[in-house]
């Protein structure tokens, strides 16, 4: 029972490089959303989707660019990587008749 | 602009102690406030709340929401070391959107 899984789950970036986290989740969900999460600031709304090809801004959404070309994956995009986005990202997806959000397990990211 | 506040920001009790943990918030269109506790990796879901007065349990957690005064309430009994952990309360999803807005947690320690 995989549920949501991200990858990687960890990354050593330079200032500048680019990368790309993943989300894969199998239980058909229609709401995806990244968020990150710092020391004293919780979870903060990066992007969302609502489906498969839509993409919405979060709280934070500058640095970053997402895509979900297909149902079941959301990616997040890092084009030119900065210290001020070393955190750890989640990923979460929502069923739909709960309301329940379903985290992954994180993904540590440092950026030197 | 939408918020959610927890207090306190961290709690150390010893074991046995009762502990109350409170999530006030302000959204507009409220749709339902959920509890999740956070070890070392993914958010686990506790409690979703959508109507004022009426209590949650499991176990030794429950919880309860108010919508008047647009707040909640987690309650831990009889505490444990296993209990250590923090503990995120979120609203959503916002009226208009799909989205999740989480406080920045309150962070328990349990002494043995």
């Known amino acids: 029972n995989a549920g949501v899984t991200q990858t990687p789950k960890f990354r050593v970036l330079k200032t500048g490089q680019s990368m790309t986290l993943l989300c894969a989740q199998d239980m058909n969900h229609e709401y995806m959303y990244w968020y990150r999460q710092d020391p004293g600031m919780g979870l903060r709304l990066i992007h969302y989707s609502v489906g498969e090809g839509t993409t919405a801004k979060g709280e934070v959404p500058d640095g970053y660019n997402v895509s979900r070309l297909k149902k079941q994956n959301f990616l997040l995009g890092l084009e030119s990587a900065a210290p001020s986005q070393t955190s750890v990202y989640f990923c979460?997806?929502?069923?739909?008749?709960?309301?329940?959000?379903?985290f992954g397990e994180g993904s540590r990211l440092t950026v030197l | 602009e939408d918020k959610v506040v927890q207090s306190p920001l961290s709690l150390v009790v010893h074991e046995g102690d009762t502990v109350t943990l409170n999530c006030s918030y302000e959204v507009t269109n409220f749709r339902s406030l959920l509890w999740y506790k956070q070890e070392k990796k993914a958010p686990t879901f506790l409690f979703m709340l959508t109507s004022s007065g009426i209590e949650k349990k499991s176990g030794r957690l429950s919880s309860i929401l108010d919508k008047k005064e647009l707040f909640s309430i987690l309650n831990i009994t009889a505490t444990q070391t296993g209990d250590s952990a923090i503990y995120l309360c979120a609203v959503g999803p916002i009226s208009g959107t799909y989205k999740y807005i989480f406080g920045t947690g309150t962070r328990l320690k349990v002494l043995a």
């Open positions: 979460a997806s929502r069923d739909r008749g709960t309301g329940e959000l379903f």
